[in-house]
T-cell receptor, first 112, second 116 residues
Framework: SQKIEQNSEALNIQEGKTATLTCNYT??????LQWYRQDPGRGPVFLLL?????KEKRKERLKVTFDTTLKQSLFHITASQPADSATYLC???????????FGTGTKLQVIP | GAVVSQHPSRVICKSGTSVKIECRSL??????MFWYRQFPKQSLMLMAT?????????EQGVEKDKFLINHASLTLSTLTVTSAHPEDSSFYIC????????????FGPGTRLTVL
């Protein structure tokens, strides 16, 4: 069955460092992959989308890579700030009208 | 960016009552809306997909008679939890997609349902 794995353990990093979160998937051929941010008690907020034919995408301090051979996406936040503390979800879809499937998320804590 | 609202944000009800949750796209027309449920420290689980003017498509294991979905217009979808029980207590989140084939979803802020 399709499986999306994110590190369930919280990631603690020092302010100013680069945070790197991992999303691995199996039994899936996604057309695109998305990253969302979710704060406690709130709905997810869309951050970035990367398509299967793209290796990397950037937006301000965020960078996403997508390796369809390794079946892995890495999500980087450079110059991290305490305000970046949240849970980050990756989500995959086969595209078109196919549904989006979410990972369980990784909680990031940026320590001042 | 596109904004999706949900109402109410929090509801507490007695077992056996029905609860209606509204999801609205405020500045775009949502041809498709999704309803998710999220338990503590778990991922979002898709319950159903609704397209305006047609019946919702439910995911396996989701009771369509218990979770009634109506997508009456391009800006409004409602989820009614009928005869709610304590095990239905969860965080319900809707999302909307603004164009067919464009798969970025915009999420509402969520509704915390507590059934006593």
């Amino acid at each position: 069955s399709q499986k999306i794995e994110q590190n369930s353990e919280a990631l603690n990093i020092q302010e100013g460092k680069t945070a790197t979160l991992t999303c691995n998937y199996t039994n899936y051929s996604p057309a695109y992959l998305q990253w969302y941010r979710q704060d406690p008690g709130r709905g997810p907020v869309f951050l970035l989308l990367i398509r299967e034919n793209e290796k990397e995408k950037r937006k301000e301090r965020l960078k996403v890579t997508f390796d369809t051979t390794l079946k892995q996406s890495l999500f980087h936040i450079t110059a991290s700030q305490p305000a970046d503390s949240a849970t980050y979800l990756c989500a995959l879809s086969s595209g078109g009208y196919q549904k989006v499937t979410f990972g369980t998320g990784t909680k990031l804590q940026v320590i001042p | 960016g596109a904004v999706v609202s949900q109402h109410p944000s929090r509801v507490i009800c007695k077992s056996g009552t029905s609860v209606k949750i509204e999801c609205r796209s405020l500045d775009f027309q949502a041809t498709t809306m999704f309803w998710y449920r999220q338990f503590p420290k778990q991922s979002l689980m898709l319950m159903a997909t609704s397209n305006e003017g047609s019946k919702a498509t439910y995911e396996q294991g989701v009771e369509k008679d218990k979770f009634l979905i109506n997508h009456a217009s391009l800006t409004l979808s409602t989820l009614t939890v009928t005869s709610a029980h304590p095990e239905d207590s969860s965080f319900y989140i809707c999302s909307a997609r603004d164009r067919e084939g464009i798969n970025e979803q915009f999420f509402g802020p969520g509704t915390r349902l507590t059934v006593l």
